[in-house]
Nanobody, 111 residues
Framework: QVQLAESGGGLVQPGGSLRLSCAASGSAFSIFSVAWYRQAPGKQRELVAAISSGGDINYADSVKGRFTISRDNGKKMMYLQMNSLKPEDTAVYLC?????WGQGTQVTVSS
């Protein structure tokens, strides 16, 4: 089992930026793939970005060119840099590793 905790969400205007962080504990962090998902009201949970233990990265088409996923194995942290935010990005963002999930952090994009 792994414990995950997200932070960094908030309210931002369209075109703005946020950096989300996820802290992991209680696992061999470096050997597992990690990912960010998001869930908006009335919608299913959606994969945003994933990064493998070897550094392979995948993004949802809707965020390509705007979001960047990264990880720091020494700190057991993962990050999501979110630029050029759109109202459609509004959601609760969650990190996941090995079928464990954090509680999520709210991102709201509006003017």
């Amino acid at each position: 089992q792994v414990q995950l905790a997200e932070s960094g969400g908030g309210l931002v205007q369209p075109g703005g930026s946020l950096r989300l962080s996820c802290a992991a504990s209680g696992s061999a962090f470096s050997i597992f793939s990690v990912a960010w998902y998001r869930q908006a009201p009335g919608k299913q949970r959606e994969l945003v970005a994933a990064i493998s233990s070897g550094g392979d990265i995948n993004y949802a088409d809707s965020v390509k060119g705007r979001f960047t996923i990264s990880r720091d194995n020494g700190k057991k942290m993962m990050y999501l840099q979110m630029n050029s935010l759109k109202p459609e990005d509004t959601a609760v963002y969650l990190c996941t590793m090995r079928n464990s999930w954090g509680q999520g952090t709210q991102v709201t994009v509006s003017s």
